[in-house]
Structure formats: structure tokens, C-alpha cells
T-cell receptor, first 114, second 117 residues
Framework: DGGITQSPKYLFRKEGQNVTLSCEQNLNHDAMYWYRQDPGQGLRLIYYSQIVNDFQKGDIAEGYSVSREKKESFPLTVTSAQKNPTAFYLC?????????????FGPGTRLTVL | AQSVTQLDSQVPVFEEAPVELRCNYSSSVSVYLFWYVQYPNQGLQLLLKYLSGSTLVESINGFEAEFNKSQTSFHLRKPSVHISDTAEYFCAVSGYILTGGGNKLTFGTGTQLKVEL
């Protein structure tokens, strides 16, 4: 089955710790995205990558970092510099990065910082 | 710049009744519009999209949306809802990112549809 996987589904971390969220896709898509979802705020773009070894900041990149060493993988690190990291994180991918391309979403990771 | 407004944060409706979820957008470039649905603790699933051509687009499960350029709207409708339609619905507009390149999907804040017996 083709799709996007995110792991883990739930993640608990202590304040001040870095944590890495996994996102893998086997759709052969060039573009990948990370969003953060908070209640009542919709989805906000953290980082996006149009192609391997390249990525760009989105609207709320502060306190986050990414890498894109392989086409199928786009991990997100939530650093200790992120002031309010507790949220639902969604990864998405699309064939390319054209406006008409549909973004397909993974199941999400819920991060809770204690 | 682009933005999406979903004025209704919650819409309660009885089963088998019609429903309309409102979406208004602003965009200075060519418009591509999307509706996504999210069930609790899950990712988003594409419901339907408007790229060009016919202004009325339909999904496989009975939803439809009409692109209205003059009113900058893309409202989602269903003539008869089912309990299983209970979910959160997000409207989104796609546009070009000036800095960094690529295209950005801008989401509304979502509408929670609650179908009651």
C-alpha cells in the first residue's frame, strides 16, 4: 500500500529535551511538508521541501529543524528553543510543488511536553 | 498574500438534514481550492478540489462545493448528512510562495460538523 507513515503516534517528552518526529512516504513524491495543528487555529506550515537536500522555512519555523537526505524521508526535530511544542504534528507530501498538486497527509503525531 | 475564512467553528445538524459549511478566501494569484476532512486523532483526507473548469465539484460520498469567483467563496454542501459525516472540515487555498519558491496551502481554522440523531 502506498502512503505516508508517521511515528510515533503519541510522544511524551520532558521540557528542554529535543525530540525527532518521523515521516516516511512511499508515493515517490518530490515535495514534503510539516504542519502544526492547534485547536481552533487550523494548520500552520513549519517547513517544506521541494526536492532532496533542499528545504525552506514556513510560517512558524522557529524552534524546529528538518533534513531531507532521502526522497522518502523528512524528519522534524522539535528543539528546546520551541516555546510551546505541545501540539498535533502532521506530515504531508505531493507529487511536486505546484499549486494544483494535492497534498496527502499522514496520520499525525501528538506531542505532549510535560 | 492569501487567506481563508471559515466563519462557523461548529455546525450542529440532524441526520438526513442538509448542511452548508461556508468558506471564503482571498488570493492575488490563480486559485486552487480544497476541502479536507479530519476525523478525531487522524490526518486530513482530501474531500474535493477545484482546479479549473466546471465551478461545481463533487466528492464520491455526496458532498459538493461550488467555486464562486465574484463572491470569493467555496462553500461545501451536502443534501442529506449521515452520522458518519461527523468530523472537522478544513477549507484551503493554494498559492505561490514569493520567498523560497514553491506553493503554499493556507488553511482555514476548520468547522466542526456534528450530526445528531
Amino acid at each position: 500500500d502506498g502512503g505516508i507513515t508517521q511515528s510515533p503516534k503519541y510522544l511524551f517528552r520532558k521540557e528542554g529535551q529535543n525530540v525527532t518526529l518521523s515521516c516516511e512516504q512511499n508515493l515517490n513524491h518530490d515535495a514534503m511538508y510539516w504542519y502544526r495543528q492547534d485547536p481552533g487555529q487550523g494548520l500552520r506550515l513549519i517547513y517544506y521541501s521541494q526536492i532532496v537536500n533542499d528545504f525552506q522555512k514556513g510560517d512558524i519555523a522557529e524552534g524546529y529543524s528538518v533534513s531531507r537526505e532521502k526522497k522518502e524521508s523528512f524528519p522534524l526535530t522539535v528543539t528546546s528553543a520551541q516555546k510551546n511544542p505541545t501540539a498535533f504534528y502532521l506530515c504531508a507530501s505531493s507529487i511536486r510543488d505546484r499549486g494544483s498538486d494535492t497534498q496527502y497527509f499522514g496520520p499525525g503525531t501528538r506531542l505532549t511536553v510535560l | 498574500a492569501q487567506s481563508v475564512t471559515q466563519l462557523d467553528s461548529q455546525v450542529p445538524v440532524f441526520e438526513e438534514a442538509p448542511v452548508e459549511l461556508r468558506c471564503n478566501y482571498s488570493s492575488s494569484v490563480s486559485v486552487y481550492l480544497f476541502w479536507y476532512v479530519q476525523y478525531p486523532n487522524q490526518g486530513l483526507q482530501l474531500l474535493l478540489k477545484y482546479l479549473s473548469g466546471s465551478t461545481l465539484v463533487e466528492s464520491i460520498n455526496g458532498f459538493e462545493a461550488e467555486f464562486n469567483k465574484s463572491q470569493t467563496s467555496f462553500h461545501l454542501r451536502k443534501p442529506s448528512v449521515h452520522i458518519s459525516d461527523t468530523a472537522e472540515y478544513f477549507c484551503a487555498v493554494s498559492g505561490y510562495i514569493l520567498t523560497g519558491g514553491g506553493n503554499k496551502l493556507t488553511f482555514g481554522t476548520g468547522t466542526q460538523l456534528k450530526v445528531e440523531l
